[in-house]
Structure formats: structure tokens, C-alpha cells
């Protein structure tokens, strides 16, 4: 175990202290200070190329798979940094899971796309209860209860992503980061994952990047709204910054910032 | 104005038409050789097909003796290809894994791509002459010379690039969410290349395994210098370590005999070479054909 290298308060489960992401010489985040609170759903939002999504994949350090991808600064998460040389991803992405645009299950089937995960884990308790109550917590159970070894594939879009939800709540994490889950379902779906994320803030923090505005509205309790702006030394390229941060009622009623009340009122984005 | 209706004389479409008839004119031409080759191979081999060519030793030649059968050279080729994928198979999947999962395109990567290219390329007379100069003649091997072992070895450097490239290919196919799935819970690198990854591209190498095992079959050249020629039947392990025959070999040497009965043999020897690299092919086409199918939905 890492000692604790700074104190943060409580309540706060990660940490973005002066986080700068770049892609090789391309700067594509910078001066990001943020706190995420245990519990909350919190959403990233903002105009595309802003950085929400890569901001996301550091969290867990999925960024350590895209080539050239650097972060400077800390990313404190329970007390420990996890940009820290002596951190292990894989154990950093047992906590925090992850839940991708497009739903992406495994060539399995439904029971294994779940027992994978706990099973190299370590999990030996009893892996029928586990894919049960996963599947309930996703609230996938009742439309798969009968065909559990069927191939993931099987199911439809919003299934496929509740199923890559059940898989992640397996794995028992304590963040659930999503990227834009819904972009690539139906209305219907949507509204199902939406109500699934509700049943999950009981257990888990997630934190969501969406593309919608008013999933952010109906699901969040924080949003954090990014913003770009174009390089200093003027080349061309966008650099993208967190412009405002705060519960989602006062983001949406209330912003502090210009550009945050023109791009939640369509102005942009 | 023009009319809008097709005009056959206008110089674009005689041009144009002139060009599809040579397309394919060139691409029957190219099919020709194949057609004949197969069909002469059939009519003059299948004729010499018959249980005692399965059976038998061949006879030493002569021209009052019956020729005796090939089946040494048949199961010369079974062993010196299965010693091949022995080593072929597992270093050039390992490779594969290393260019298409762990290398992020560095020079290291970049020298070994190019390295397999060029291998790939190699006269497969120079393996021979390679394999020669380090095993054969330095007898490295327990002090034998030439060995169906030593032909194993070098039919194995003309099946790796083919190996390497099909399994780097495959499993560049996958796509990159499978394995963010798979790391994104927590998995290592390692787990999930071998429980998610190399699954998901099983059947592209294999298709791979096997084109690459059917070029290696029918190879002479290699053989002439490593795995030389035998008229006995392989009785054990032990002749691993001696000369072994083998049907590219045995056509070699039996169609430059001024005999017709060996000439006869070599022509049975190369319907059945034929036959088994062209129903390894066709195999590794239906196994590719099948991966199309299962593909995601």
C-alpha cells in the first residue's frame, strides 16, 4: 500500500489537482482542478474537443493505451495518486470501471460475460448469485433470465450496454465512469440506463460524460462543463479547460460563466 | 445537343470497352496455368493411383522391376511439415502477439516487420543452404548429418513469416473496444490476449497456420539439402535423425530417372502432393469463409 501523500477532504473520492493531458506535442487538456464526490453522479459536459472524454479515460488510466498519451499533475483517488510510477493500472481499473460508447461485450455468452470479470478477480463466492444480482442491479435480469447462454451479442443495443454495465458492477468497483453510454441507443434504452444509473448511485459514484444536455440534467447532481479555447500561440488547434464546475442546478439555472449559460442554452457546442 | 441515350461509337465507350474485354481476357490468362497444371497432374497421376502406393517402398530403379510405392515419402512429408508447425506455430504466434498487442510501433517493431517481409522473400533454397551450414554439416545434432529433423527445421524458417504476419493481421481485426472491455474491468494484458483476444482471431490465424503449412509442404528445395532422400520406412523415432524422404523429393529425383516405372511414381507423388495442398487451401478458405459469418452482429 502507497502511504498518503496528501490529505483531501472525506467525502471526496477523486481528485484532479492542475491535471495537463496531451496527446505527443498536442496539448488537449490543461489546468483541470476537480473534486468528485463519493456517491454523486457527476457529469462532464461540454462541446466537442473539449477533453471530457479524455479527462474520463484518466481516470483509469485507460489513456495509458492510446500511444504518446501523457498527463502531468495528480489524480488523487482514496488518499493515492494513481499516476504514482509505483501504481499498478490494472488494480487502479478494478476500482474504477468503465463503460464505453459503444456497447461492447465480450464474444461470450451473457452468464460469462459477467463471471469474467470476477473471475479474474479472484472472486470464488458463488457466481450464479453474482451474475443474478448483477444483472438485476442493471436491471437486465427479467428480459435475460432465461437465455443466460446465449451469446452477449444476442441482445439489442440497450441490453448490450446494460450488460456491459451489469459486467463492470461485477467486478464490485467503486467508481463507474461512463462515456457517453447513450449516444448510440434509442430513446427508450436510454431512459432505461438513466433509471438504472439512479438504482446505482446507492452503491457506486459514476461519473458521465454525455453529449446531452438534458441527460445531464436528469441524471447528475454535479456537472463539471468543459470548454476550449484556441492555443495561445495561436497554431490553430483547441485546448480544452474545465470553465465551470458545480451542482447541476446551478450550472443550469444560474451559470457563472458566459460561455457556460451559451452552451447549455444551444448557443454553441 | 446531345442525346442522353448510350451511344456504342462514341470514343469513350469503344474505349471502354476495349479495356473490360482485355481485363478480363488478362485474368482468364492468368487462371490458365493453374487449370492445365491441376488437370494434367490429375489425368497422368490419378491413372497410377492404387492401394500398394500407400503401402509400399519404393524399389531401387531399374527397368525390369515393378516401382514399389511412395509410402515413406508420405510419411517423410507428414514429419518434416509437423516438425515445421512444431516450430513454427508457437515462435511466429508469440511474434505475432508482440507486433500486434505489445509493440507500439517503435523502431524495434518496425525492424521486426521488415525482418519478416524479407524473410518471407527468401529464396527457399537459401533456408536449405542455412540450415546446411548450421546443423548438417557441423552435425550438431547428436552427430547426424542429414535429418528429417534438420528439414524440419528449415521448412519451419520458410512457414514463420507466413505464421507472424497472419496472426499480427488477425489480431489487428479485433476491434480495440474488446480489449478497452477487457482491460477496463481490470484484466490484465496477458488475460486478455489469451481469453479475449486470440480467441476472437482463432480462426484467422488458423487460416494463416494452414496456407502457411501448405507452402511449406510442398517445398523441395530445402530438403534436398537437409532432409536429403529415403527408400525405407520410417520404423521409429530414431529415424528422425537420419535421411528422410519426402513426395517433393521423391518426384525430384524420380522424374529425372530414365525409367518409366519411377517417372510413373513421381506422377502418383505429385497428384497426391497436389491434392493435399489444394484441399489444405480450399480448408482455409471455408475456415476463413465461416470466421465472415460469425463475425459480430
Known amino acids: 500500500m502507497i502511504k498518503n501523500t496528501k490529505k483531501t477532504p472525506k467525502n471526496i473520492i477523486l481528485s484532479l489537482e492542475n491535471v495537463f493531458i496531451s496527446y505527443g506535442a498536442f496539448e488537449a487538456v490543461r489546468n483541470v482542478f476537480c473534486n468528485f464526490k463519493k456517491g454523486d453522479i457527476t457529469s462532464l459536459i461540454g462541446p466537442s474537443g473539449c477533453g471530457k472524454s479524455t479527462v474520463l479515460r484518466a481516470l483509469n488510466r485507460m489513456n495509458d493505451l492510446i500511444p504518446n498519451c501523457s498527463l502531468k499533475g495528480t489524480v488523487m483517488f482514496n488518499g493515492t495518486n494513481i499516476y504514482d510510477t509505483r501504481v499498478d493500472p490494472v488494480e487502479v481499473r478494478r476500482r474504477i470501471g468503465m463503460v464505453f460508447q459503444q456497447p461492447n461485450p465480450f464474444p461470450k455468452s451473457i452468464y460469462e460475460n459477467i463471471a469474467f470479470g470476477a473471475r479474474i478477480n479472484g472472486f470464488t463466492g458463488d457466481m450464479d448469485y453474482l451474475v443474478e444480482s448483477s444483472l438485476k442491479k442493471a436491471a437486465l435480469w427479467d428480459e435475460c433470465k432465461d437465455k443466460l447462454n446465449d451469446s452477449g451479442y444476442s441482445l439489442s443495443g440497450g441490453q448490450q450496454q446494460r450488460l456491459c454495465i451489469a459486467r463492470t458492477i461485477a467486478i464490485e468497483p467503486e467508481i463507474i465512469l461512463m462515456d457517453e453510454p447513450c449516444s448510440a441507443l434509442d430513446p427508450i434504452s436510454t431512459l432505461k440506463i438513466e433509471e438504472t444509473m439512479h438504482e446505482l448511485k446507492k452503491n457506486y459514484t459514476i461519473i458521465i460524460v454525455t453529449h446531452n444536455m438534458q441527460q445531464a440534467l436528469r441524471v447528475s447532481d454535479m456537472t463539471a462543463f468543459f470548454n476550449a479555447i484556441e492555443h495561445k500561440e495561436g497554431d490553430g488547434g483547441k485546448v480544452g479547460y474545465l470553465a465551470e464546475f458545480n451542482s447541476t442546478k446551478k450550472i443550469f439555472n444560474s451559470p457563472k460563466e458566459k460561455t457556460t449559460q451559451e452552451y447549455i442554452s444551444g448557443k454553441f457546442g | ?297
Open chain 2, 1 to 297: 445537343m446531345n442525346s442522353l441515350y448510350y451511344q456504342k461509337r462514341l470514343s469513350r465507350n469503344v474505349g471502354d470497352k476495349f479495356f473490360t474485354y482485355l481485363s478480363v481476357f488478362c485474368a482468364l490468362i492468368s487462371i490458365l496455368p493453374l487449370i492445365f497444371l491441376v488437370t494434367y497432374i490429375l489425368i497422368k497421376g490419378g491413372a497410377q493411383i492404387n492401394a500398394d502406393l500407400f503401402i509400399l517402398e519404393p524399389n531401387p530403379p531399374g527397368d525390369d522391376l515393378d516401382a514399389g510405392g511412395i509410402n515413406p515419402a508420405l510419411i517423410g512429408t507428414l514429419v518434416i511439415t509437423t516438425i515445421a508447425s512444431i516450430i513454427a506455430i508457437p515462435v511466429g504466434v508469440g511474434g505475432g502477439i508482440y507486433l500486434a498487442e505489445y509493440s507500439k510501433g517503435g523502431p524495434f517493431s518496425r525492424f521486426i516487420r521488415f525482418g519478416v517481409n524479407v524473410l518471407a522473400g527468401v529464396p527457399s533454397i537459401i533456408a536449405g543452404v542455412f540450415i546446411y551450414a548450421l546443423i548438417v554439416s557441423t552435425k550438431i545434432i547428436f552427430g547426424s548429418m542429414y535429418s528429417g529433423f534438420a528439414g524440419g527445421i528449415a521448412l519451419s524458417i520458410l512457414m514463420l513469416p507466413t505464421v507472424i504476419k497472419t496472426t499480427d493481421e488477425g489480431l489487428k481485426l479485433v476491434p480495440n473496444e474488446l480489449r478497452y472491455a477487457s482491460l477496463g474491468i481490470g484484466a490484465s494484458m496477458y488475460t486478455t490476449i489469451l481469453k479475449i483476444t486470440l480467441p476472437s482471431a482463432f480462426r484467422s490465424i488458423a487460416t494463416g497456420v494452414l496456407l502457411g503449412i501448405a507452402r511449406a509442404a510442398g517445398e523441395t528445395a530445402p530438403l534436398i539439402f537437409t532432409a536429403l532422400f529415403s527408400y525405407y520406412y520410417i520404423t521409429g523415432f530414431g529415424d528422425l535423425f537420419y535421411e528422410m524422404g519426402s513426395l517433393a523429393v521423391l518426384i525430384y529425383n524420380f522424374a529425372l530417372e530414365p525409367y518409366d516405372a519411377q517417372n510413373k511414381l513421381a506422377w502418383a507423388a505429385s497428384f497426391i502432393l497436389v491434392m493435399s495442398i489444394l484441399s489444405v487451401n480450399i480448408f482455409s478458405r471455408i475456415l476463413a469463409a465461416f470466421t465472415e459469418k460469425t463475425k459480430r452482429i
